[in-house]
């Protein structure tokens, strides 16, 4: 599976921008799909997810309610709708998909088999 992730941008506090995710080789529909990000210095850490399964989608606490993640089948995308953007949005964010993972380990980067190269994001206040 390759997945190639683009949007990201510089963008003021307040504003918005949409990430796109696109999956080839495999379905992605067949897979656990998550955002994860990674801010310089820092550790990565979970976005949001949307299982195999679908239904409800995941997403970090720190980003309820301001961030939204959708899929479309037929097109293999994902995406992440982002409002609300705050300075410490800032980081590198990446799409990733995994298969078999249980609910428990969602949020677990290393659970996730398939990772995109990554896309800018800066917020700036």
């Known amino acids: 599976v390759q997945l190639q992730a683009s949007g990201g941008g510089l963008v003021q506090a307040g504003g918005s921008l949409k990430l796109s995710c696109v999956a080839s080789?495999?379905?992605?529909?067949?897979?656990?799909v998550a955002w994860f990000r990674q801010a310089p210095g820092k550790e990565r850490e979970f976005v949001a997810a949307?299982?195999?399964?679908?239904?409800?989608?995941h997403y970090a606490d720190s980003v309820m309610g301001r961030f939204t993640m959708s899929r479309d089948k037929a097109k293999n995308t994902v995406y992440l709708q982002m409002s609300n953007l705050k300075p410490e949005d800032t980081g590198v964010y990446y799409c990733?998909?995994?298969?078999?993972?249980?609910?428990?380990?969602?949020?677990?980067?290393?659970?996730?088999?398939?990772w995109g190269q990554g896309t800018q994001v800066t917020v700036s206040s």
């Open positions: 949307i299982r195999r399964s679908g239904g409800t989608i």
């Open positions: 990733s998909a995994g298969g078999g993972i249980i609910l428990s380990s969602l949020r677990t980067a290393d659970r996730y088999a398939y």
């Open positions: 080789g495999r379905a992605s529909g067949d897979l656990t």
